[in-house]
């Protein structure tokens, strides 16, 4: 299984402002801006950090799965949550050459927790032999920073913040995220059963 980003959140989506607040940095100076670089840095750093441990994207995105064949006969788990729309399916066989599946043949249980796509009647379509398949979707909780829940909106801050705070450290630091940001997303964090076992 392969999960790709096509599309990432754009710099204007991250909570620069907030973060220079959360930070106490000063403003009405010349150089106000002079650090926006490595803060979104920061932010953006944090936000995947965190998407990667809760198994969620914050901020909507488009991703490609590819999968070299389905979990079950008639149901496949996505790795990642919330889905908002299946874009297409596709079944490529060995030579490369791709066929569109019919959006009729599926759909998508959106469950916050383990979306999944399954048949809509019988089973998902086979897989050639030495073929893949491809699904096109987009998740996220929303374009836009308010849309993400509170909690995991701070997290992030605090998260960037450490980075930041930390940024010129030489010697190493415990390995593991902050106690603070863990209680923060603790409630959003699944236990992983896609590698074996039912779903």
């Avoid at 990432?8 to 150089?31: E, I, N, V, W, Y």
């Avoid at 599946?101 to 399954?118: F, G, S, W």
């Avoid at 048949?119 to 032999?129: D, E, I, N, R, T």
Wanted: aromatic letters at 6%; glycine letters at 8%; charged letters at 20%.
């Amino acid at each position: 299984m392969t999960l790709t980003e096509i599309t990432s959140f754009a710099a204007s989506a991250l909570p620069l402002q907030a973060m220079k607040q959360h930070l106490r940095l000063g403003t009405g100076f010349s150089d106000d801006a002079l650090q926006d670089g490595l803060i979104e840095s920061y932010l953006r750093a944090a936000a995947v950090a965190i998407e990667g441990r809760i198994g969620k994207a914050l901020l909507q995105r488009r991703f490609q799965l590819c999968l070299a064949d389905w979990r079950g006969l008639d149901e496949q788990p996505l790795p990642i949550a919330p889905i908002s729309a299946l874009v297409s399916l596709r079944l490529i066989d060995a030579s490369g050459a791709a066929v569109e599946v019919a959006p009729a043949r599926y759909r998508l249980v959106a469950d916050l927790q383990r979306p999944k796509l399954v048949a809509v009647a019988g089973f998902l379509p086979a897989v050639p032999s030495g073929g893949k398949i491809e699904l096109v979707f987009d998740a996220g909780f929303g374009p836009d920073w308010a849309d993400v829940p509170p909690d995991l909106a701070q997290a992030v801050l605090l998260l960037a913040a450490e980075f930041y705070e930390n940024r010129h450290e030489q010697s190493p630091r415990a390995a593991g995220l902050p106690v603070s940001v863990q209680m923060l997303i603790e409630r959003w964090r699944i236990v992983r059963v896609l590698g074996g076992g039912g779903q």
